[in-house]
């Protein structure tokens, strides 16, 4: 169905922008897991809106409400349900957008799919807030990965054609930690301050910029996934491309790939100083015929801009099925890509989960 994604792990969002609340299911977690309950508020608080200029100005505190599911702390086996209640929505800002759809955004396909019944408030089921229940629901995933060895992380890789550093090839979890309590999450302080100024200079001139975030999976073990629908890169990738924004996700080297030779692209076998089998470099990005190789899982996902700008844009009246001019009004992030770097990684945490549960891995 639409709006889930999972085998075993089944995680399902439901809710719209400026609805009473926002919301998560998941359906296959292992019975028994405790939730660190403030663990996952800190990991929300990294995507929460309203913190500075280089965000939207909507407050939401952001505080998950679990329904069912948990008791005690723990995973009880049953479907686990949260939800987030929605404090902050101003409709009115959106009231023309029911009659002149914004370029960039859904609102133009929306309204013929449900012939006009499709609540776009905000951007509706559509808008980025969708991404605040996934942040639950991928930080549950983090901590249960946590206590099998596997750790994902992710950092602001580029905005504005303006680039921090790659991750090293073998990145850890103190890296990935270090990098979630910066404001601003790159590895290159002075290349983050110059992606600020350039977000805040699209902001001024009334537009927007869009991004790249590399993200990383270390500790995963080899010969996970399968050939040649079902690899690590087609269910990563599938959920990657259900968070709003996402135009492209790359593995390793990526469309790099295509500009090397193959002396070049190839990681050498080697046996490394615990007598287990490694590769000299990690160009694959830790994947090979849909298949672990058991090197850090590297990929990168690309985010456009944000399609609701101040500038005028053309558009059309549905109304009057004439041309016309809209200036959108409202509370819009000038760049949505370093807000969504726990977005990456709660999608990435929960596709790997869920590969460890197809292969009873946990």
């Known amino acids: 169905m639409s709006s889930e994604f999972g085998s075993v792990l089944c995680v399902g969002v439901f809710g719209q922008s400026h609805g009473r609340a926002i919301g998560v299911t998941m359906q296959g977690l292992p019975a028994g897991e405790a939730i660190d309950v403030a663990e996952l508020e800190a990991f929300l608080e990294r995507r929460r809106p309203g913190k500075n200029a280089l965000s939207t100005a909507r407050v939401e505190p952001d505080r998950p409400v679990f329904l069912s599911g948990l008791l005690e702390g723990k995973t009880c086996g049953s479907p686990l349900c949260a939800i987030i209640e929605n404090l902050d929505a101003r409709s009115r800002d959106y009231e023309e957008l029911l009659d002149k759809p914004r370029p960039g955004h859904a609102d133009y396909p929306a309204f013929v799919k449900w012939g006009g019944a499709a609540d776009l408030r905000g951007g509706g089921h559509f808008s980025g807030r969708l991404t605040a229940p996934l942040c639950i629901a991928g930080g549950i995933a983090k901590q249960i990965l946590a206590r099998r060895g596997i750790f994902v992380g992710a950092h602001l890789f580029s905005v504005a054609g303006i680039s921090d550093e790659p991750f090293p090839a073998k990145p850890t979890n103190e890296l990935f930690s270090a990098i979630a309590e910066q404001e601003f999450p790159v590895l290159d302080s002075a290349k983050g301050k110059q992606m600020q100024a350039a977000i805040l200079a699209a902001s001024k ?66 046996i490394d100083e615990n007598g287990q089998v490694t590769t000299e470099t990690n160009h694959a990005g830790g994947i090979l015929g849909g298949i672990s190789t058991g090197q850090p899982i590297l990929l990168r996902v690309g985010m456009k801009p944000t399609p609701s700008i101040s500038k005028p844009q053309h558009t059309v009246s549905l109304s009057k099925m004439e041309n016309a001019e809209l200036i959108v009004k409202g509370r819009h992030d000038p760049c949505v890509a370093h807000r969504a770097v726990p977005v990456v990684e709660a999608m990435a945490a929960l596709g790997i989960l869920d590969l460890m549960t197809i292969a009873n891995a946990l």
């Open 205 to 270: 001139d009334g537009d927007s910029v869009g991004g790249v975030i590399e993200c990383a999976a270390v500790g995963f073990p080899a010969g996970l996934g399968e050939p040649m629908f079902d690899g690590i890169e087609n269910r990563l990738s599938a959920a990657l491309f259900g968070i709003p924004a996402v135009k492209g996700v790359e593995f390793g080297e990526g469309f790099g790939a295509a500009l090397l030779r193959g002396s070049e692209h190839n990681d050498a076998y080697r």
